[in-house]
């Protein structure tokens, strides 16, 4: 059941990760720059004030931001683990850590493309002492990525962050594919991407077949 204090909450998080104040958020989106104020989130009788679907829907769009974003974004505002207890460490200085070839098997991911299931193992993140939630890491096995990362290369993935033009992206097929390139353009009804390895084919496909993108923030190599 959604909360009050987690869909503000989750306002909150989205305006940080677009380095926003509350009411820079509400002005990028067309609103009123007080939309998103603490004063505004109850009544002068103390009765709790929701923001409407629209203005959360005009926020989304100057965003860039997807609806399985904003899902993962109130997921970790309302503290629910969509991961089973026990299935690896809570994020802290580790992050959990899977191969490539392991990625395609279905149970490891949510609909979002954030980190579920078991089976996962643990990494340190070697960038920050800090990182956003969600945050997880993919090894590289093989040399299809050559020769901008080799075997063994650790990719850390945020399926939180907007993802843009010339981007590095880890992609997910409803088929189970995984893999790494370069985001070329996305539309509402393809994306087109260019193969780190120049072996290798540049693909294109129709978003009904990807289940997600997300971000490469970092690479250890």
């Not at 093989?142 to 843009?164: E, F, K």
């Not at 693909?203 to 289940?211: G, L």
Request: proline letters at 6%; zero cysteines.
């Amino acid at each position: 059941m959604l909360k009050h204090e987690d869909i503000w909450k989750t306002i909150d998080i989205l305006a940080e990760r677009h380095q926003l104040t509350p009411s820079g958020l509400a002005r990028r989106a067309g609103l009123d720059p007080t939309s998103f104020n603490k004063s505004k989130r109850f009544g002068t009788d103390g009765r709790l004030r929701w923001p409407s679907t629209e203005s959360i829907s005009k926020v989304l769009d100057a965003t860039g931001t997807t609806m399985e974003q904003f899902t993962g974004y109130l997921t970790s505002a309302s503290g629910r683990s969509q991961i089973p207890e026990g299935a690896f460490p809570p994020q802290g200085s580790a992050i959990p850590l899977l191969g490539f070839a392991q990625a395609g098997a279905g149970g490891f991911f949510d609909d979002g493309g954030f980190p579920a299931g078991q089976g996962w193992d643990v990494v340190e993140f070697p960038a920050a002492p800090s990182h956003k939630a969600g945050v997880y890491a993919l090894e590289v096995q093989g040399d299809s990525m050559m020769p901008l990362y080799r075997d063994g290369d650790v990719l850390i993935i945020d399926p939180g962050a907007q993802v843009r033009r010339g981007d590095r992206v880890v992609v997910k097929t409803r088929e189970g594919e995984v893999m790494a390139k370069i985001l070329m353009r996305q539309s509402a009804r393809a994306i087109e991407l260019t193969s780190l390895n120049p072996e290798h084919p540049n693909r294109s496909f129709d978003m009904t077949e990807v289940e997600w993108v997300a971000r490469i923030i970092w690479a250890s190599q």
